[in-house]
């Protein structure tokens, strides 16, 4: 992926995610050399990127971290293409972090992964800081394609927390 292309998927996120949910412009492009880290974008016709789905592959589960369509183009369907596309390449459970139901848009987002066949997991989860200051922020985890008790979820935790959040755990 070049520069261009980078920056490009980077302003869709700054455009659509708050700081607390997107790590640095260096720390972001610096995952792009991680092994299980892989973005899949979609371009128009100018081949100007237009949405991207940002994912993690491990072995047991795969980690949908961001996904998200250039605000000029929202509500076209292009985000559940990308997800559909994402979700039918592998057999894995797929897991995504959502915020809690709180407000219109929290409760749309929802409601969006639910007909693509996620289900809202109801135990506590906290998304540890992506830049440095940060407070943790209390999300929800959304799994496909059924749901996940606390337990079963446990061992994505751990690599969650240790892959993608850089956490040492003790």
């Known amino acids: 992926m070049n520069e261009h292309d980078f920056s490009e998927i980077y302003a869709i996120m700054e455009a659509s995610f708050p700081a607390s949910e997107c790590r640095t412009f260096d720390s972001q492009k610096a995952l792009l050399k991680h092994p299980s880290y892989r973005i899949i974008t979609e371009k128009n016709e100018q081949d100007k990127t ?3 789905l940002a994912c993690w592959e491990f072995t ?3 980690f949908v971290e961001h996904i998200a369509v250039d605000q ?3 509500g076209g369907g292009l985000g559940k293409k990308l997800m559909i596309r ?5 057999d894995k459970p797929v897991v ?11 409760q749309r987002r929802i409601v969006f ?5 996620f289900h809202l997991n109801h135990f506590e989860y906290v ?3 992506l830049r440095e200051g940060q407070a943790d922020l209390r999300l929800q985890i959304m799994s496909y394609p059924g749901t996940l008790d606390e337990q079963a979820f446990a061992p994505f935790k751990e690599i969650l927390y240790t892959e993608v959040y850089g ?3 003790e």
């Open 96 to 106: 995504l972090e959502v915020e809690p139901p709180v407000d219109e848009w929290t």
């Open 167 to 169: 956490l040492k755990l």
């Open 60 to 62: 047991h589960f795969r």
């Open 50 to 52: 237009i949405a991207f």
């Open 72 to 74: 000029g183009i929202r």
């Open 86 to 90: 994402y979700i039918s390449e592998s």
């Open 113 to 117: 992964y639910e007909r693509l066949g």
């Open 127 to 129: 998304q540890p800081p």
